[in-house]
């Protein structure tokens, strides 16, 4: 097989002297010489006979992996469970995990990813470099084949998600995020606590100004992702929040992600912690738990399979439904059974009953908690509104469908980014695993958002303004008025004359 290169110089070759000579000269027949003299394009060509395994595997595999979410740490993920789920062969499975990571060898060092923001045209990632003092020396506390993998993570995400692709995208119909808003986390130098903090960014569109410093920008997305394979191979840990956060965006082409880091680093893990699952406490810090992405697989399961309360949930076709192991599913439907998400008084994991008072304490307690969120939310400073403005451009994306689940999601997702904005971070878990039951309350009514999209589009877009002018009072005013009409709703559903009004009003009624 001869490179172009070798069958460009032996056509050059060939002009100066004679077909016989140049052949001698670059050791390749006559016959053959004579073909490419012949030949417009010299460039390789396309072979008969079986189509190349291997890429058709990358694809797969990059699919797999980029939404594993932090479970690509664990057993699951392996080359070998790998290929047997998929029906490949180890050796082409591990050609292709090989392609998205590094070696183990080239993983060392103290330095900590930071931030971590896309919306079509930029892609903004952070680290804060070691001093190289022996505190960094001392960090690497976790294997190197767990950031090899969770670097295999990050890489099959940006594939999957279409990155590649940018650079032919035009047209703002297609940003979910402000670039400015990209932009301005490179002046933050609110993480770096001393230390230098670098950006590395995917910037096909060339938005980023010259003058900005401290910045490695690539153009080229095979570039970009060497670029950052090698500096995430130079981090002391790439957190399971991060992960879960890309693989919950894949679909989304990686629109609207925005996951800063909270702290020094993630919390150690007890001997009881599955890294494959990471559901040990199933509350989320940063992003979504896997019982979250449960309690959402949960609403399009019972859409389609007809679920009613009481009813036995299948774990079997759960599990088909996500694409995780039976075992994972198992261990999440017991946590949400333990954590009365559903109902596990007659053996296994039921649809539970809901009745209209669950319905008024439920939405009563996300609207006290709401307001605290509020509150706190408006006197922090406003680059803490960042990733709240990207997504609301998700749920202004979501409402222009006119889709009534992808609305519910997109405005769920903005209420969260609310709470763990807030810097409350009890109140911030709390409104969650509150979001959880709504979840599973508004798959088992089969809630749907379409007809309100515009409204609920109007209330976020209300209090975000209201968040930007530091007016806690004016923020809550839709927020009150937002939770009402949703409880209104879902209380409907369950039988009007059974809404008892008078409950509603004094557990939400104002006391100032």
């Given at each position: 097989m001869y490179s172009t290169e070798t069958r460009r110089a032996a056509v050059a070759a060939a002009g100066e002297?004679?077909?016989?000579?140049?052949?001698?000269?670059?050791?390749?027949?006559?016959?053959s010489l004579r073909r490419w003299v012949g030949r417009n394009d010299l460039a390789d060509r396309p072979r008969n006979g079986r189509p190349p395994i291997q890429s058709t595997a990358d694809q797969v595999i990059e699919a797999l992996v980029g939404t594993?979410?932090?479970?690509i740490s664990g057993s699951d993920y392996s080359t070998r469970a790998l290929a047997e789920a998929t029906g490949l062969s180890q050796s082409i499975v591990s050609r292709a995990v090989r392609g998205m990571t590094v070696p183990t060898a080239e993983v060392a060092g103290g330095d900590e990813v930071t931030v971590v923001a896309a919306g079509f045209p930029l892609i903004v990632v952070g680290f804060r470099t070691a001093d190289g003092g022996a505190e960094s020396a001392s960090r690497q506390a976790v294997p190197p084949r767990r950031?090899?993998?969770?670097?295999a993570g990050v890489v099959a995400a940006l594939r999957s998600g279409g990155v590649?692709?940018?650079?032919?995208r035009f047209g703002s119909e297609h940003r979910q995020a402000d670039p400015g808003e990209l932009l301005a986390?490179?002046?933050d130098t609110s993480a770096g606590t001393g230390a230098r903090t670098r950006f590395l960014v995917f910037d096909p569109l060339s938005e980023v100004p010259s003058t900005v410093s401290s910045v490695e920008v690539h153009r080229d997305f095979a570039e970009f992702t060497s670029a950052l394979r090698a500096d995430l191979a130079s981090c002391r840990d790439i957190p399971g929040s991060l992960l879960d956060l890309l693989a919950a965006r894949v679909r989304h082409g990686l629109e609207g992600v925005m996951w800063r880091s909270t702290s020094q680093g993630e919390s150690p893990r007890s001997s009881n912690t599955s890294d494959s699952m990471e559901i040990s406490s199933w509350l989320p810090k940063e992003t979504r738990s896997i019982t979250e992405h449960l309690a959402i697989a949960l609403r399009e399961e019972i859409i389609d399979s007809g679920y009613q309360p009481g009813d036995r949930i299948n774990p079997r076709l759960l599990s088909a439904r996500m694409q995780v192991p039976r075992a994972s599913v198992d261990a999440a439907l017991r946590r949400m059974v333990d954590d009365k998400l559903l109902d596990g008084s007659r053996g296994g994991a039921r649809i539970p009953l809901i009745t209209t008072v669950d319905v008024l304490d439920l939405y009563a307690a996300r609207m006290a908690v709401g307001e605290v969120v509020l509150r706190s939310l408006?006197?922090?400073p406003k680059r803490y509104l960042v990733s709240v403005g990207i997504a609301l451009r998700q749920v202004e994306a979501s409402a222009a469908t006119k889709s009534g689940i992808d609305v519910e999601d997109a405005d769920l997702h903005f209420q969260q980014e609310l709470a763990r904005a807030s810097g409350l971070r009890e109140s911030a878990r709390t409104f969650e695993s509150l979001t959880l039951r709504l979840r599973l309350f508004i798959s088992v009514l089969q809630l749907d958002y379409s007809p309100a999209s515009d409204r609920i589009l109007s209330d976020d877009q209300a209090m975000f303004a209201a968040l930007s002018r530091g007016d806690a009072r004016a923020a809550i005013e839709p927020w009150r008025a937002k939770v009402d009409n949703a409880v209104r709703h879902m209380s409907g559903l369950l039988g009007r004359r059974r809404f008892d009004q008078e409950l509603w009003t004094q557990l939400t009624r104002r006391l100032d």
């Open positions: 002297s004679s077909i016989a000579e140049a052949a001698v000269d670059f050791g390749v027949s006559a016959s594993a979410g932090a479970r950031i090899q993998r969770r670097i590649r692709n940018w650079p032919q986390l490179l002046h408006a006197l922090r």
